[in-house]
């Protein structure tokens, strides 16, 4: 998720049990233009492992100039971005774009996979670009001839951008119509909704976006629901707090103190999120500069009544 899945955070949910992680999206052409912050994207650390790099764009060969920046940084495999509803993406005629030309899609593809020197290439897609369009079984049928080792598919068309509910029986008509694994992708917010996923769907895996925001845990509660039936219970609020300072710690460490805390505003929302009481402190914490001024504001959540 782009402003959201930094390093520090894909530590984080593979630590919890995520079986692997992607960076956030990349665009192809600021890499081959040189552009620093973007190159910057896609530092890895082996503590996220197997991690892919994500990269959106639309010419074939300015993606296949793409990968070979991104292969230094030794992704396990590259991931492109077909799915993106963004109007600033849509507007470049990357991320969703894509889905209105299925055959230019597989062009991409296949010139990232020709690229990619053997790492596997993976595509994230959405059902279809309008309600009027939908072609998941196209595109997942000509991503799989172009060489793709994986398909995940987020149950939306583009038209739809985050509403509700997402089209899970989509996701299972890709399942069905592909050799390849698939991985599902919409709405998946409990462990309960991800055994239903794999359930009605047939994935290989479930992907999770939203509902790891400020709760990392839920992987590692998923598993233990889908390997014994039932899970340990969401951490208390002193749980979630320190959690979230050790968060915050890691990203301080990664990135100092002033970017570090900048960035952890956004996480500390969400690890306070639905805390009895910690309504009135949202505003300190979406303004707070330091570790010690999140410290505080930790305590003060724990001593909520
Ligand atoms: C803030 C935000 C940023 C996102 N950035 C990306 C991205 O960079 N690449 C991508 O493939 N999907 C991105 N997504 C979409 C998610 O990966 C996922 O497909 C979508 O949120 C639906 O899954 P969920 O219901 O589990 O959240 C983003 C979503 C959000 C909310």
């Known amino acids: 998720m782009a402003g959201v899945t930094d390093g520090v955070f894909r530590s984080i949910c593979r630590s919890f049990g995520a079986a692997y992680t992607v960076t956030e999206m990349v665009s192809a052409k600021a890499l081959t233009l040189g552009d620093i912050k973007s190159k910057e994207l896609m530092a890895l650390s082996d503590s996220e492992r197997p991690v892919g790099i994500q990269l959106f764009g639309n010419d074939p060969a300015v993606m296949a100039k793409s990968v070979a920046e991104a292969l230094p940084f030794q992704p396990d495999f590259i991931d492109i971005n077909m799915g993106c509803p963004a109007p600033k993406i849509v507007k470049i005629h990357s991320g969703s774009y894509l889905l209105r030309d299925p055959y230019h899609a597989g062009e991409i593809l296949k010139a990232v996979v020709n690229a990619a020197s053997g790492i596997p290439v993976s595509v994230k897609m959405r059902t279809g670009f309008d309600e009027g369009s939908k072609n998941y079984?196209?595109?997942?049928?000509?991503?799989?001839?172009?060489?793709?080792?994986?398909?995940?598919?987020?149950?939306?068309?583009?038209?739809?951008?985050?509403?509700?509910?997402?089209?899970?029986?989509?996701?299972?008509?890709?399942?069905?119509?592909?050799?390849?694994?698939?991985?599902?992708?919409?709405?998946?917010?409990?462990?309960?909704?991800?055994?239903?996923?794999?359930?009605?769907?047939?994935?290989d895996l479930i992907m999770i976006g939203r509902g790891a925001l400020g709760k990392p845990w839920l992987f590692k509660q998923i598993n233990e629901y889908l390997s014994t039936g039932s899970y340990s219970p969401t951490p208390d609020n002193e749980a979630r707090m320190q959690m979230m300072l050790k968060h915050a710690k890691m990203i301080c460490e990664a990135r100092g103190e002033n970017h570090g805390m900048f960035d952890m505003r956004k996480h500390a929302l969400w690890y306070t999120k639905g805390i009895r009481g910690s309504n009135r402190l949202r505003n300190q914490f979406s303004t707070v500069k330091t570790l010690s001024e999140l410290e505080a504001l930790a305590e003060a959540v724990c001593k909520q009544k």
Request: avoid cysteine; charged fraction near 25%; charge should be neutral.
């Open 137 to 203: 079984v196209e595109m997942a049928k000509i991503l799989e001839a172009n060489g793709a080792a994986l398909i995940a598919v987020h149950g939306r068309t583009r038209e739809r951008m985050y509403m509700p509910p997402a089209d899970w029986t989509a996701i299972k008509e890709v399942k069905r119509s592909v050799g390849i694994p698939v991985v599902g992708n919409g709405d998946v917010f409990s462990p309960e909704n991800a055994k239903r996923m794999y359930e009605e769907t047939g994935v």
